[in-house]
């Protein structure tokens, strides 16, 4: 099983609409939990980090957290052309100074 | 405040030569770490280093190395380099000190391509 799991892609949206990512991960005492976003040809860009249980809403963005579940997503409202990138979820284990990373979810907004 | 900086961009190198990646962090950030990217494996973490001293390392040969300066600057070493090595290396760094809450910021990467 791998350490962090994601909703397999390719994720297309009309603009405008919400786009639903999810994660699971293996580790039960993980701590923390973000999401980098990855346009073709950069780097990772960290878009939103959560710690605990719930929502956390940073503008058109929210991430969920269910710890027992071992569950985390986030969901992008009014989605636009500029959304159109790779999300990657990461995880920090309970012990570990590294960060843990699905395979990612590629979203396609169309106009 | 200055992101991370990687030198250099853009490298394409030989089968059995050997390479020397660097990495300045975010000043004030005294962790930095490595991963390797590829499209078949995706983000793999390399190591991390913390006050010139690894504190995790990744699964990967020992071709792979690594080292902190004083002033938190980090640079990576490849040696014997394989086909499979070809990768976009990235650095992130990070100013958390402990284990937990661990967010990192990454530098634009190196792109390295090996022929």
């Known amino acids: 099983q791998k350490e962090v799991e994601q909703n397999s892609g390719p994720l297309s949206v009309p603009e405008g609409a919400i786009a639903s990512l999810n994660c699971t991960y293996s580790d039960r005492g993980s701590q923390s939990f973000f999401w980098y976003r990855q346009y073709s040809g950069k780097s990772p860009e960290l878009i939103m980090f959560?710690?605990?249980?719930g929502d956390k809403e940073d503008g058109r963005f929210t991430a969920q957290l269910n710890k027992a579940s071992q569950y985390v997503s986030l969901l992008i409202r009014d989605s636009q052309p500029s959304d159109s990138a790779t999300y990657l979820c990461a995880v920090n284990g309970a012990n570990d100074y590294k960060l843990s990373f699905g395979a990612g979810t590629t979203v396609t907004v169309r106009a | 405040k200055a992101g991370v900086t990687q030198t250099p961009r853009y490298l394409i190198k030989t089968r059995g030569q050997q390479v020397t990646l660097s990495c300045s962090p975010i000043s004030g950030h005294r962790s930095v770490s490595w991963y390797q990217q590829t499209p078949g494996q995706g983000l793999q973490f390399l190591f991390e280093y913390f006050s010139e001293t690894q504190r995790n390392k990744g699964n990967f040969p020992g071709r792979f190395s690594g080292r902190q300066f004083s002033n938190s600057r980090s640079e990576m070493n490849v040696s014997t380099l394989e086909l499979g090595d070809s990768a976009l290396y990235l650095c992130?760094?990070?100013?958390?000190?402990?284990?937990?809450?661990?967010?990192?910021?990454f530098g634009p990467g190196t792109r390295l391509t090996v022929t």
């Open positions: 959560i710690y605990s249980n």
């Open positions: 992130a760094s990070s100013s958390r000190t402990g284990v937990g809450y661990y967010e990192q910021y």
